[in-house]
């Protein structure tokens, strides 16, 4: 029987254990690693093995950053009373890359999932709370909530907004619009997508 | 605007040179690995940077292996006489796997491929026609081709029997057959595909 040497098995298993490599793609970017220049090798090696160096998360939001407080915590031009709460810094990115969102973030770091045992004090939620009552030069007046339409995401959602309305009930709470998305197809939207485009119509 | 810390960014740089992988998901990975423990980080790191050690190449049929000779060359109950020869040590693998060939191999580590600058010289073509001619307790008396059946695969293994023929003419040469896949549906196979299998049939 024909075995593979240890040290290629060994990459193999490790990319084998990243999320949506399967043995045969991990097998497929271990053979072509090895045939690449040492150099290639130790520049991917160091990479990983630096990640978390330089990576921190920003005191106020606790979004990844460089710095700290964050490039946009610490942005005079954003708007310090609009925060937007996400689950994780990619959200954060990806709405801050649309170019709409003047405001600033919050970054929860996570969804409610009591089934993998993650409850609210596993998230950023107090520290959000805290904001809002803040006496800052810029008191917060909103919180637009933007975790994922998804079931953990919204009852993550619902607990916000709840906690939200006890602990500062002068701030509005909103959460963003579920409806069709741009492009989509009324045809193919599933049911939930549709109840929620109705249920949120507004008048032209 | 939001920047990614540079040591992530470098991650998702790296990650997406590898074939296969766009910049959305070595994102993906990048910001996995950011939530895994140091240990598992440091562990990947570590597999990739000694991928190469270890990593060795049969003097005999160049396939990859921990000793040399290889554990299939230093087989006495396989069969010395029938070598198969293939492009890369992933298909020796494959062909061993099946559990039908209980020949040896002989590795190619590649196939002819002129606009990539591949002759016949960057092959390990010589080495087999060495093999051929070797007064080995067990003389090679049948030369297997099995490289792809792609475009360059046909080429090299058309090379690769004229040499044979020229160098070794006391040795058969054989291709393995190409027709329908197993599982295969004859409407949809191509007409190569097609052409081969008519050309390749057996009477009962």
Known sequence: M???????????????????IGPKTAQRLAFYLLKKDNLDIVS??????????????????????ETDPCSICNDPTRDHSLVCVVEEPLDA???DKSGQFKGIFHVLGGVLNPLEGIGPDKL??????????????EKISEVIIA??????GETTAMHLARVLKQE????????????LPSGGDLEYADDITLTRAMEGRREY
């Open 2 to 20: 024909l075995r593979l040497p240890s040290s290629l098995q060994r990459v193999i298993n490790e990319f084998s254990k990243l999320p949506g």
């Open 44 to 65: 991917l090696s160091n990479a990983v093995a630096e990640l978390k160096q330089g990576v921190n998360f920003c005191s106020i939001c606790h979004n990844m950053t």
């Open 93 to 95: 990115q990806a709405l």
């Open 124 to 137: 950023n939620i107090s520290s959000l709370v805290k904001r809002t009552n803040q006496l800052a030069s």
């Open 147 to 152: 975790t994922n339409p998804s079931l953990e």
């Open 168 to 179: 500062a009930p002068e701030v509005k709470v909103t959460r963003i619009a579920r409806g």
